[in-house]
C-alpha cells in the first residue's frame, strides 16, 4: 500500500478529505492551464462549465470534458443499441453534471429523440440550462424522487453516480429507477468493481471480498470524494429484483487508470 493512500486515508477520517481535494483543484488548474487556454482559444464556440464543475464531475481539462465526453457518448449509444432500438425514445442522463455526455447525445440519437438530464447540484442544472441546447434539465435532490412520471423513460445512463451514495441510497435510487423507466426500458450504469480493489486499504478489502458495499465516507454525500466500491455480488443483488442483467463488464487497468464496470439491464415486464 502506498503511503500516499495511508496519508489520505488518514487525513479522511480527521475529517480533512474536501481540503485534500480543494488542494487537487488548485494542482490540476495550474497543470493543466495551457492546454485549457488553447482549447479555449481554438474552440471558442464550445460553451465551457465554470472549472470547479468541470472538476468536481469530471477532471479540469476541456479537451477531455469536450472531446472525451464525445468519445463516451458514442461509447453510450453502442452499447445500448446492441439492446435496444434508439428511435424515438425519451433518454434520461441520471446525474449529468455539467452535460459532458448528454450535450452530445442530440445529435448522436438524431431526430425524434428526447434527451433529459438532471442532477442535485443546482448550480450545474441553472448552467446547463442556459449553455446547453435541445436538453431538458431537470433539479432532484440527493434522495428520490425524480421530478417525472412512472414509465416515462426508454433508456436511461448513470455513469458513476452509484459511485458517490451510501447503501441506503443505492436501495432508494434502484426503485426509483425502476419507476421511471418504461416496462422493457434499458439502463447503462457504472460501478466501481473488482479492478477498483487495489485502491482499497486492508479492511476494506475484507468487507469487499465478503460481497459487500465498500463506502468511504467523512464526506458530502453525493461529492467525489465520497466513494463507494461495489463487489459483482452485491450490484446482482441489488439489481435482480428489478431488472435482468443483460450485460455485465468487468473493467480493467488500462493505461489512463482503472475502468470502471459498466452494467446494462431491462425493466422486468
Not at 447503462?188 to 465478503?210: H, I, N, P, S
Not at 465516507?217 to 446482482?236: D, I, L, M, N, Y
Request: charged share 20%.
Amino acid at each position: 500500500m502506498s503511503t500516499l493512500r495511508k496519508v489520505i486515508s488518514f487525513l479522511r477520517n480527521l475529517g480533512f478529505i474536501h481540503l485534500v481535494d480543494s488542494l487537487n483543484y488548485r494542482y490540476q488548474s495550474f497543470a493543466n492551464r495551457k492546454q485549457n487556454h488553447a482549447f479555449k482559444r481554438e474552440n471558442p464556440a464550445v460553451a465551457l462549465p465554470p472549472d470547479y464543475m468541470l472538476f468536481e464531475a469530471f477532471k479540469l481539462n476541456y479537451k477531455s470534458y469536450f472531446e472525451g465526453g464525445k468519445t463516451t457518448a458514442n461509447w453510450v449509444v453502442n452499447i445500448l443499441q446492441k439492446h435496444k432500438k434508439l428511435e424515438n425514445i425519451t433518454f434520461l442522463d441520471w446525474g449529468c453534471g455539467p452535460a459532458r455526455v448528454s450535450r452530445h447525445l442530440p445529435t448522436l440519437l438524431g431526430a425524434g429523440n428526447e434527451v433529459f438530464g438532471s442532477d442535485y447540484n443546482p448550480t450545474t442544472i441553472e448552467w446547463c440550462t442556459n449553455n446547453i441546447p435541445k436538453v431538458s434539465f431537470f433539479l432532484n435532490g440527493i434522495n428520490p424522487p425524480l421530478n417525472f412520471s412512472a414509465g416515462k423513460f426508454d433508456a436511461i445512463l448513470g455513469i458513476s453516480i452509484f459511485t458517490h451514495l451510501s447503501e441506503n441510497k443505492h436501495h432508494a435510487w434502484v426503485e426509483e429507477l425502476h419507476r421511471v423507466v418504461k416496462p422493457g426500458g434499458v439502463l447503462l450504469l457504472t460501478t466501481q468493481g473488482v479492478a477498483y480493489r487495489e485502491k482499497l486499504m486492508e479492511q476494506e478489502k475484507q468487507v469487499f471480498d465478503r460481497g459487500m458495499l465498500v463506502v468511504r465516507t467523512k464526506a458530502k454525500e453525493g461529492h467525489r470524494v465520497f466513494s463507494a466500491f461495489h463487489p459483482p455480488t452485491f450490484v446482482r443483488q441489488l439489481f435482480e429484483p428489478y431488472f435482468s442483467i443483460l450485460e455485465h463488464h468487468e473493467g480493467e487497468v488500462v493505461h489512463w487508470g482503472i475502468e470502471q464496470d459498466y452494467w446494462v439491464l431491462q425493466k422486468k415486464r
